[in-house]
């Protein structure tokens, strides 16, 4: 079994910033790709960024040159800095992974998510 678990999320001012963290933990044997995904009330989840084992990383546009993603592989963490936050950011953040077990086959993992509000 594989676990993701977030942390960081919380209520923020407009033009703040905050620190998400997702842990992955069980049987891993690799990671292929780490990321976050928003989903805003009335709205679609959408990708909100995404980071490969190599290092490639792939950001939607609306976060792009104000979020950073990052990853440690060695504690099979990734992580997300928000910095000059809007309103419009106020979302439900999911991490999500592909991880291919010990045992088994590949296959996509999500976390249970963790509420953003960015609010005055």
């Known amino acids: 079994q594989v676990q993701l678990v977030e942390s960081g999320g919380g209520l923020v001012q407009p033009g703040g910033s905050l620190r998400l963290s997702c842990a992955a933990s069980?049987?891993?044997?690799?990671?292929?790709?780490m990321g976050w995904y928003r989903q805003a009330p009335g709205k679609e989840r959408e990708l909100v960024a995404r980071i490969f084992s190599g290092g490639r990383t792939d950001y939607a546009d609306s976060v792009k040159d104000r979020f950073t993603i990052s990853r440690d592989n060695a504690k099979n963490t990734v992580y997300l800095q928000m910095n000059s936050l809007k309103r419009e950011d106020t979302a439900v953040y999911y991490c999500?992974?592909?991880?291919?077990?010990?045992?088994?086959?590949?296959?996509?993992?999500w976390g249970k998510g963790t509420l953003v509000t960015v609010s005055s």
């Open positions: 069980g049987s891993i044997l690799s990671i292929n790709h």
């Open positions: 999500n992974a592909f991880v291919l077990p010990t045992a088994g086959y590949g296959m996509e993992y």
